[in-house]
């Protein structure tokens, strides 16, 4: 397709991937579709990959990856524990009433703060052994 593109270029071709993805998705939502919100956003992530390959120039260094990392674990730092404790006050708050909308969303909310700490716990042990630092 793009062979060897520029960074300048890429960027282009994002900007518009991304208007092709919003314009299909809100389409979708208007004639309630959700079969066609789904394909469009898998069809636009699947060429975001394949055009990324083509970028000749360094997309992303050292200090970015840095930088990403510290923002996703104070994103998880915050996030988990505020899930953890409005399902605590969803739940209790509504403890003589089990089945009612609050109480179900706060073992929503506690399932998905188990899974979002299983999921870190999973990675954090797969890069531990992939780099080398088990036994440290």
């Known amino acids: 397709m793009y062979n060897n593109m520029s960074y300048k270029t890429f960027k282009w071709v994002r900007i518009f991937m991304a208007m092709f993805i919003a314009a299909t998705v809100s389409i979708a939502v208007t004639i ?6 789904l394909a469009a956003v898998i069809i636009g ?6 055009i990324k390959k083509n970028v000749k120039e ?6 970015v990856n840095s930088i990403a990392g510290k923002s996703a674990l104070m994103a998880y730092s915050i996030a988990v524990p505020v899930l953890a404790v409005l399902s605590l006050v ?5 403890l003589k009433e089990r089945g009612s909308d609050m109480y179900n969303l706060g073992i929503i909310l506690s399932y998905i703060a188990l899974g979002q700490m299983f999921i ?3 990675f954090y ?9 088990d036994g440290e």
């Open 58 to 63: 360094v997309l992303v260094d050292e200090m």
């Open 90 to 94: 969803f739940m209790f708050s509504n």
């Open 125 to 133: 042990y797969y890069y531990q052994r992939k780099y080398g630092r």
């Open 120 to 122: 870190y716990s999973f």
């Open 45 to 50: 992530m699947i060429s975001m990959l394949l």
């Open 32 to 37: 309630e579709n959700v079969y066609l919100a």
